[in-house]
């Protein structure tokens, strides 16, 4: 299981590393929530995928899931929503405000 999620992991790299790459606001926008989506998942598979035990149940157990990871996953969730809608707002008020999503016609001719 380990194997497909890290070609899951590779996978959601390279499209969002190619997202950020190209000349489109919103792609870029887009590029960087599926590269976090990506650590998620690398974050998920590098605390190693456990079934079938509940993370919290007490001294005796003898097989128990890490809640950490998890609750760190959420957070970064939580805080990667609201890096989203900031930035899509950001890029509605460039984009109504410059009228273009091209980030080289928003660069200006200064550094061409």
Same mark, same amino acid.
């Given at each position: 299981m380990e @194997? @497909?999620?890290? %070609?899951?992991v590779g996978i959601l790299f390279a499209v969002g590393v190619y997202l950020i790459l190209s000349r489109s606001l919103l792609r870029l926008v887009l590029g960087i929530s599926i590269l976090s989506h990506g650590v998620h998942l690398l974050l998920m598979t590098m605390a190693r995928l456990k079934t079938g035990a509940p993370p919290l149940l007490g001294e005796n157990a003898e097989?128990? %899931?890490?809640?950490?990871p998890q609750a760190l996953i959420l957070t970064s969730i939580v805080i990667n929503f609201g890096l989203l809608s900031f930035f899509f707002v950001l890029a509605y008020r460039s984009y109504l405000k410059l009228k273009t999503d091209d980030m080289e016609e928003v660069r200006g001719p200064k550094y061409e």
């Open positions: @194997i @497909i999620m890290s %070609v899951t097989q128990y %899931v890490d809640p950490l």
